[in-house]
């Protein structure tokens, strides 16, 4: 399984055991501080072709991640079929806006295949270090003990979907 996700993101699936690889692309219409050049982004799309991939799936439905998988060269291209580029799926899947979690909308894309879901729980695998840092946090803050804690992470690279400062308590 190869994925590609943007450079920040990265981290968070680099140690997943099912994947192969990670291909990372800023592009500019992800409004990323250092966009990738368009010169690239075409290195990208030809090492993509490259690959022969049977098959790839679209998870947010933008026009231009849309017009990358088509440029693929993927022989199954599986995505929702958004702003009236749906032309370019193999298989286009309509996207539910009903008030169901975004793990569920995304699995509809394998549903679509006919592929069971054998599992929709999202999990991080964490580095040996990343697990060490985190019991040494925890004892540090005589947490290590507690039931359960919760975790709130209201940051986000984009302004507009960042929580304002101050509608915190």
Partial sequence: ???????????????????????????????????????MMWDLVHDLRQQRY???????GNPFNIVLVALSGSRWRVGFGAQGLGFLWTSGVPYDDSARHEIERNLDLLRALELPVLFNKPELFLSVTARLEAKDFLLKHNLLRQSSIVCVHPGAPWLPKRWPQERFA
Avoid: G, Q, Y
């Fill in 1 to 39: 399984l190869d994925i590609l996700v943007k450079s920040s993101t990265a981290e968070i699936v680099e140690n997943h055991p099912c994947v192969d690889r990670i291909w990372t692309l800023d592009p500019f219409w992800m409004r990323t501080a250092k966009p990738t050049r368009l010169s």
């Fill in 54 to 60: 049977d098959l790839a799936l679209e998870l947010r």
